[in-house]
């Protein structure tokens, strides 16, 4: 029994299932990973189900197939998850960005490093308002951390070890290292801060760009099920022959296994890392 246990917990946490003790053990954001609540699993999960019945038997018209392979809509929510990270990865980015932008006012308006940190919550408060984005609490975490005694670099490394985003690491490993060498850390944090976001306001260009491309790839993927569908409600005498023998259900997995390959290369070509 506790064998079957302990299978059924790996599987469901490769699932990406998270119970609301997990979801509240974990008090620091990691944000190299993403747990969906117990609401978002079960939503993605039923999604899944209820899509893949509708796909399979429109495909197949068979309702023992599409009861057979309904299961496999159970590993959506796996996907789900990985696009979730995606966004809550890039929210982090653009918001970074405006701390960046606030940090930088400050220091131009002569206040000190720690004090400019300090400011940059109160802005990023009137940006976001609510408490809850991400940076918010970050930012008032680094706050919190200095009020005990942290120094700021200290704070700030914390960070970026959690976010695992290229553009935060570079901006700590900049203000360690000028703080160690006692550099113009004012003139290199407003350098920095520029730097990186310009870089961001590029990539956020380019994924506008890609969003338009995107939409036209799911666009493209779900053309040939629409089609079928149509075929068979409009002329079911034509697509007849295919669901009369066994050689028709072999021609028909070999297309669904096409049309889920052309779409699983779409989907890789459009993922460009910006």
Known sequence: ?????????????????????????????????????????????????????????????????????????????????AGLLEKRRVRLQLQFKEALYSVTSSLAAGRSVENAFIAAEADLQLLYPGGTADIVREFAMIRHRMENGETLESGLSQFANRAQLEEITQFVDVFSTCKRTGGDLVDVIRRTSQVIGEKLDIQQEIAVMLAQKRFESRILTAVPFV?????????????????????????????????????????????IRL
């Open 1 to 81: 029994m506790k064998r079957l246990t302990d299978q059924m917990g790996r599987a469901l946490a490769w699932l990406c299932w998270s119970s609301m003790a997990e979801s509240t053990k974990q008090q620091l954001a990691e944000y190299s990973e993403y747990r969906m609540t117990p609401r978002e699993f079960l939503f993605s999960a039923a999604a899944g189900l209820i899509g893949a019945f509708v796909l399979f038997y429109t495909f197949y018209q068979s309702l023992v197939v599409a009861f057979g392979l309904v299961w496999l809509g159970i590993l959506i929510p796996r996907f789900r998850n």
């Open 227 to 271: 089609f079928i569908a149509g075929l068979n409600l409009a002329a079911p005498d034509y697509t007849g022959p295919l669901y009369s023998s066994p050689l028709g259900y072999v021609l028909l997995t070999l297309l669904l296994l096409g049309f889920v390959g052309c779409g699983a290369l779409i989907r890789k070509l459009m993922m």
